[in-house]
């Protein structure tokens, strides 16, 4: 029977190659209509996540990034500033320019600027030109992307800065 539990739970972790979370979940609800407990139904999911490392089969869900030690303690050093965290918080939902971020900070656009540029010197921002606008997004292609993602996901969301900018009429648009 666990032979079997486990070529299923294989069959679906391997459907569409690398798209595994919602494979897993299918497969979590069949072991639990099958009235297995929670903690089987956690060791099979652990067991078929491990087999699924290891074959490297994990395409974009199971990604895994090594960043030299020096080079992760900049990215986190950066971080570690509040202005620069909340502002690349809001880069992983919206792209933004430097005026939408001087309302939000209440800070001079000079040192807005600054944040912006050390983001984008260690390469975790990009710029686009609108016009004569800058727009800032976060850099998925950076080598760092999957840090400052990891670190991203435990943030909570920092979208009601800009909700609130929107109903006191003071978001700006640099279209």
Partial sequence: MINLL???????????????????LVYYRFLVKKKFTQN???RYISELLYVYTQMNIGGPFMQVSTVE?????????????????????ILDSHD??????????????????QHLRKLKDL???????RGQWIIYSLNK???YYLLVENILQHLPSQDYKLQELEEQGLRISCE
């Fill in 96 to 113: 933004c320019c430097v005026c939408e971020f001087v309302e939000i900070f209440k800070t001079s656009q000079p040192a807005i600027s």
């Fill in 123 to 129: 390469g975790i921002v990009k710029e686009t030109r």
């Fill in 40 to 42: 089987v139904c956690n």
């Fill in 69 to 89: 030690i020096e080079k992760a303690a900049t990215v986190i050093k950066l971080l570690g500033d509040k202005t620069r965290l909340t502002m690349v918080k």
């Fill in 141 to 143: 292609d950076s080598e």
């Fill in 6 to 24: 486990f070529k299923i739970g294989f069959f679906f972790l391997t459907i569409y190659q690398g798209y595994c979370g919602n494979e897993l």
